[in-house]
């Protein structure tokens, strides 16, 4: 029987858009498939702007929870990082 090891924590708090979630991509394509991250914000877009870019690449939001300061996100990486596109 494993243990897996308790999700690591990324304190994010004081963070406007869009850097919350550049910085949550980044710690999570340099976490192995399946590492879980949480993530603790304080910007109010936050709790779309998290979830939307997890859709979109593949990530799992396990758990999403407001604080009274923001919220909380409990990520698991995606087996397959897609490669990243240049918006512009």
């Known amino acids: ?4 090891a308790p999700p690591l924590h ?5 963070l406007k858009c869009p850097l919350p979630v550049l910085k949550t991509r980044k710690r999570l394509a ?13 910007d109010p877009l936050a ?3 998290i979830p939307h870019f997890c859709q979109q690449e593949g990530h799992t939001v396990l758990a999403m929870e407001r604080t009274e300061t923001g919220h909380r996100f409990l990520i ?3 087996d397959q990082l897609k490669p990243e596109t240049d918006p512009f």
């Open 47 to 49: 709790g779309i702007d």
């Open 30 to 42: 340099a976490l192995a498939p399946g590492d879980e991250l949480q993530i603790e914000t304080t």
């Open 10 to 14: 990324y304190d994010l708090k004081g």
């Open 76 to 78: 698991r990486r995606a």
């Open 1 to 4: 029987m494993s243990v897996s």
